[in-house]
């Protein structure tokens, strides 16, 4: 049995994080290098407008200079901004310049004032939804007539059932994002998914998958790393950063933050990959320090 038809509780653990906005070249170095010296897998750019962000390919393509071992890639191109053509040579030129390191994510986009500030259109959810199926079509289609490109692995970002349903059918890697937007409420109006409602999404995920599940990666976008005596306290924390929509029970049993000592951050981890499937982790760039340490203690517990 190779890893990639591992079942999803069996498979070995991947670390990711974002990359920011690094303020220079120096600073991009030395955070790539600690990351690789703690263990993690993946550095990935994130895509935000505007010239106080970081390009999603350059930060990518900068982290896989500054470091040996790890990937690097998007975690999530907004498929808004993307035009298949435009994607397709940015693909193509970091899986050459990267000898094939690129690992691209992409999702529907969800923060409609970025769109409003730049006078790009913003669509209905349907319509995203769908640019994503063919958008991912198409830049596959392109890379085939490439000579010595290879088509990078896909992580597709999901939090409602349509999301779920296209990772599970399109996606090597399906994210599950840890936020939901609330309902009847304007667009990035976010609240954290709680343990049920991940069981849930992952079941439904398992049933779409069919034959493919034990091919595709689940990564779990953590939201929120606190190492800590008082889990509790953490959680009461917690809920003043991310809202009045769970109670407290709620909060410190979401999968998507990850509380307490370092060793029960590591047990959290090895029962987020028994209970659902996650067996890649990824963090903000503030979190990686915080969960770094503790992903030797992960990995010495399998």
């Known amino acids: 049995m190779t890893a990639l038809n591992k079942p999803a509780a069996e498979r070995d653990f991947r670390f990711g994080f974002t990359l ?159 936020r939901l937007q609330v309902s009847g409420q304007p667009p990035a109006t976010l609240r954290l998914t709680t343990a049920e409602e991940t069981q849930q999404a992952v079941d439904y995920f398992c049933s779409k998958a069919g034959d493919r599940v034990d091919q595709i990666e689940r990564n779990a976008f953590i939201l929120g790393v606190e190492v800590t005596d008082n889990r509790r306290q953490a959680a009461e924390n917690a809920m003043e950063d991310f809202g009045p929509y769970l109670t407290m029970e709620q909060m410190l049993e979401c999968p998507f933050l990850l509380m307490g000592t370092e060793e029960e951050i590591a047990r959290q981890i090895l029962e987020s990959r028994e209970r659902y499937g996650f067996s890649y982790f990824s963090v903000q760039r503030p979190h990686m320090e915080v969960l770094g340490p503790i992903i030797k203690r992960v990995r010495s517990l399998v």
């Not at 790890?70 to 000898?99: C, K, N, S």
């Open 20 to 178: 920011a906005t690094p303020r220079g070249r120096q600073e991009l170095v030395d955070t790539c290098q600690r990351a690789e010296a703690y263990g993690f897998d993946v550095a990935v750019g994130v895509d935000h407008l505007g010239p106080s962000r970081t390009s999603p390919f350059l930060a990518s393509m900068a982290a896989a200079y500054s470091c040996e071992r790890m990937h690097v890639g998007t975690y999530v191109l907004d498929v808004g901004f993307w035009h298949p053509w435009f994607l397709a040579r940015e693909i193509a030129t970091a899986q050459r310049l990267t000898d094939s390191r690129l690992e691209v994510g992409i999702g529907t986009g969800l923060i409609k004032s970025q769109f409003d500030e730049s006078g790009i259109e913003w669509q209905p959810f349907q319509q995203r939804y769908e640019r994503v199926r063919t958008t991912i079509e198409k830049v596959e289609e392109l890379l085939v007539l490439e000579e010595g490109v290879t088509s990078p692995p896909w992580l597709i970002g999901s939090g409602g059932e349509r999301m779920v349903g296209l990772a599970a059918e399109k996606a090597d890697i399906a994210s599950f994002a840890g």
